[in-house]
């Protein structure tokens, strides 16, 4: 991919994630590779109310099973934890009766009253935010026993902007943002500084414009520095009457 200057930034990462859509509507992580849901919901919310995201959509509905949850691709059989952006998207579309089965299988898959990546594992932080945060997108009660699970865990660089988006509308937001701010200055991993700054968008922190940068590889990442940047879709993750109070 070519470089990226600070003006075209967001253009650049669009522009690139409309090329690459697959022909079955979704999208890879890598060029020339079959399409998965994590990377085609991402594309999806960076491309809200575009025919492309259309498309992304009627992909993402043919891979819900009778159980309400996602395979996360066309091969892969097993559910795991990209239910839940899969519910985040299902929510904002208006897409009840998909979001309601999502959540239902979200619910007979908690362990411990938190979220493991895949079934029958051990709940870790970032699936049990992305959980809440598809609670809170549907309009659930968030499970506090999960709640309580994420302000246990040792909060990392990688997980604490799905953490900031999990629990928003929460004062634990606050405290975390300051710490997250730096956190992203320090890190040199771009997909952690993406959902840093996704993170603090929902909690009302200012997020600078992005320096120039090559737009990546990886269509997962360059969704999420799309939807990241001041002017993207950041806003879609950001659940209404949510609002943090510094």
């Known amino acids: 991919m070519g470089i990226s200057n600070p003006t075209t930034y967001l253009a650049d990462r669009l522009a690139a994630l409309r090329k690459a859509q697959n022909p079955d509507g ?90 493991p990546w895949r079934r029958a594992s051990l709940p870790a932080a970032e699936p049990t935010a992305l959980a809440l945060l598809a609670l809170r997108h549907a309009g659930e009660p968030v499970a506090k026993r999960a709640q309580e699970f994420l302000l246990e865990e040792r909060l990392s660089p990688e997980t604490c902007g799905p953490a900031l988006l999990g629990l928003q509308g929460t004062a634990e937001t606050q405290t975390l943002a300051p710490l997250a701010v730096r956190w992203a200055e320090e890190t040199p991993s771009a997909l952690t500084r993406a959902w840093i700054h996704l993170g603090l ?7 600078a414009e992005p320096l120039a940068a090559p737009v990546p590889r990886n269509f997962a990442l360059t969704a999420l520095q799309a939807l990241a940047h001041p002017s993207g879709n950041h806003h879609l993750l950001r659940v209404t009457g949510m609002e943090n109070k510094a």
């Open 26 to 115: 979704g999208w890879a992580y890598y060029a020339g590779k079959n399409s998965w849901l994590e990377p085609t919901v991402y594309a999806a919310l960076a491309l809200d109310g575009q025919p492309e995201a259309d498309r992304a959509w009627i992909l993402i509905q043919g891979w819900q099973l009778p159980s309400g949850g996602w395979r996360p691709s066309a091969e892969v059989a097993g559910l795991n934890w990209t239910t839940a952006l899969a519910v985040v998207l299902a929510a904002k579309l208006g897409q009840r009766s998909a979001a309601e089965k999502g959540l239902e299988w979200l619910d007979n898959n908690k362990v411990e009253g938190a979220w």
């Open 201 to 207: 968008h929902a909690s009302g922190w200012p997020v």
